[in-house]
């Protein structure tokens, strides 16, 4: 019973957390940046649908393609705003940028965060589920919309896979991971690569932060705490590892949920940290890290 | 060294010193309780410039750091009414010993790694506190007995005092061969290492200044404010502060780190009318100087005078 909670539980967790660290790791993959303004974005998102669906009544489903929209928004405005010109500036030596990426991205995720607080107030927002009602799986009673998150999650994560390995932007994509020269040497423009990712991102980030929005709720405050387990997420599984962090999410997630049924739900996070910080001193370059 | 003592800048820091030192007789004491908890702010600052600015090393934690010492010294002093000189010294000590402990295998990671096992760090004890909550006080915040003084004067001198010292201490082993062995390394670690020079142990004498620091500079905020919690002296957003306030003033300037502290405190309160948007603009601001100014104030300032 308890163990089939668990298991239940814990895949809808894991398969959340694998939608909102994969567009994460892809950009880290791709173009070297790792986003510190994740967690804002996700919840702009989650806030976008609640608005929308609760505030101005527009339906669940248009209140979760609004979310979306403006994950995708944010998205192009963290890339052309603060990430594009960090890189493009001559002011800022080369080995200094990923750091300065760092400071940037952060200072535009509080600035983000704060505008939502101010506009939307701190208190926790829960969005309208679009599929309501439960179901009896194997004696566990399990909201039918924790069901469809974790198959949202799933098909998602599966068209990824498939737009990455069997398209053609995919497969540039795939090489500009591998060898950013290569593929301008190939007549690509690495900068409409970078809109491609930065897109992809977008839709990952907000669809993960809706559905986050509906299945546990989000608040200003969970901006921190969701880019700090993205960030632990995709440093377990390797960074730019997109299969790594796959696997890093449902060994997080169910990390999380074991935790929280089986011992005190205040030490949650507790186990998974200690796990990344023997990962760290053990294997540096995370499960499937290749450098 | 000797031609520190005859620059443009050394004498503007000593006017900027002899005037702070005499603000208390014409400022009231709401200025100045503003201005000594900046001062504290300004070391966190300069030890974390100390780390990224010459080490190379992005600490995210700064606050791990911060916060053993504070807490350290807290927790002594609640437990064992022990007088708090004796307490910041434990304090202190303690921020060295878990800088250590955190450096020695960090340092093996580097760029990202090492920022998140710093940032991991801090999480871990953000947790450690709310967990044993009988120790630390938890979710509330400790309250500490015992304070320096309750003397507004004598706070904001201590605070100014002890701000000048670790600032001159730190620029100069910043500009000493120490420091230049240290910048070598966080530029080029394999050609400063080819040079002959062992990194690991530069990095991690660096890593324990700038631990020894921090961790005094939060026993003593701990002191003054009387009571330790995790919303001041642990949570991620002070460590950002005091990343945001070191960029702001410069990195790789040591002084400029202090600068933006005090303009950051100060701004955040001359901001308060604005409400919960303070804190938006602050970060814009910071936000723009990053981009377009990426040296900072003092760095800026410093530049123009070296192209004249």
């Known amino acids: ?291 | 060294m000797g031609s520190f003592f005859k620059s443009r800048l050394f004498f503007i820091s000593l006017g900027a010193v002899i005037i702070a030192s005499t603000l208390p007789l014409y400022v009231s004491g709401y200025v100045l309780g503003l201005l000594t908890v900046a001062y504290y702010f300004g070391v966190f600052a300069m030890s974390w410039d100390l780390l990224f600015g010459f080490a190379g090393e992005v600490n995210f934690g700064p606050t791990f750091l911060i916060g053993v010492g504070a807490y350290t010294a807290g927790i002594v002093n609640a437990q064992y009414g022990l007088s708090p000189y004796i307490c910041i010294v434990l304090g202190a000590a303690a921020a060295v010993i878990a800088g250590f402990v955190l450096a020695l295998p960090a340092l093996r990671v580097r760029g990202p790694y090492f920022g998140l096992t710093t940032l991991v760090a801090v999480l871990m004890l953000q947790n450690f506190v709310v967990v044993f909550a009988d120790l630390t006080g938890g979710e509330i915040g400790l309250t500490i007995p015992d304070v320096i003084t309750i003397d507004s004067h004598a706070n904001y001198w201590i605070a100014l005092g002890f701000m000048t010292i670790s600032a001159a201490i730190l620029y100069g082993l910043a500009q000493s061969p120490v420091g230049l062995v240290l910048q070598a390394s966080g530029q080029d670690a394999v050609q400063a290492g080819a040079l002959g020079f062992n990194i690991v142990k530069h990095k991690l004498a660096a890593f324990v200044v700038s631990a020894f620091f921090s961790g005094l500079s939060g026993a003593l905020l701990v002191f003054y404010f009387g009571t330790a919690s995790v919303g001041t002296v642990v949570d991620i957003a002070v460590g950002v502060n005091v990343i945001v306030a070191a960029v702001l003033g410069g990195r790789r300037t040591v002084l400029g780190a202090a600068l933006g502290a005090i303009f950051l405190i100060v701004a955040g309160e001359f901001l308060r009318p604005t409400g919960e948007l303070a804190t938006f603009i602050v970060s814009a601001v910071a936000l723009l100087v990053v981009l377009f100014f990426p040296g900072g104030f003092l760095g800026a300032a410093l530049s123009r005078e070296a192209r004249q």
């Not at chain 1, 679009?130 to 179901?135: A, D």
């Not at chain 1, 053609?168 to 900068?191: D, F, I, Q």
Request: net charge positive; glycine share 10%; proline share 3%.
């Open chain 1, 1 to 291: 019973m308890l163990a089939f909670q668990i298991l239940i539980d814990g895949f809808a967790v894991s398969a959340l957390y694998a939608l909102g660290a994969m567009g994460f790791t892809l950009i880290f993959g791709v173009s070297g940046v790792l986003n510190l303004s994740h967690g804002a974005i996700m919840v702009a998102a989650a806030v976008a649908a609640w608005a929308a669906a609760s505030v101005l009544h527009t339906g669940t489903y248009t209140g979760a393609l609004i979310g979306i929209a403006v994950a995708l928004i944010m998205s192009f405005a963290t890339y052309f705003a603060v990430v594009q010109p960090i890189q493009r500036s001559r002011r800022i030596p080369n080995e200094e940028k990923e750091i300065f990426v760092l400071t940037g991205t952060l200072l535009w995720g509080i600035m983000i965060q704060e505008l939502i607080a101010y506009f939307f107030t701190n208190n926790a927002k829960t969005v309208l589920p679009i599929i309501e009602g439960v179901v009896n799986i194997m004696g566990v009673r399990t909201p039918q919309n924790e069901i469809f998150t974790a198959v949202v999650c799933c098909v998602v994560i599966a068209l990824l896979w498939l737009l990455v390995n069997r398209t053609r932007t995919g497969k540039v994509v795939l090489a500009a991971s591998m060898n950013p020269r290569g593929v301008t040497l190939l007549g690509h423009e690495l900068t409409s690569v970078y809109i491609v990712v930065w897109a992809i991102y977008g839709v990952l980030a907000g669809l993960a932060g809706v559905l986050l929005g509906m299945f546990l709720g989000v608040s200003s405050y969970s901006v921190g705490p969701l880019t700090a387990s993205a960030f632990s997420i995709v440093v377990l599984g390797g960074l730019g590892s997109v299969s790594g962090s796959l696997i890093a999410a449902f060994v997080v997630g169910y990390l999380e949920t074991l935790t929280a049924y089986l011992i005190n739900p205040a030490y949650r996070t507790i186990p998974a940290l200690l796990l990344l910080v023997v990962v760290m001193y053990i294997r540096p370059q995370g499960l499937l890290g290749r450098r």
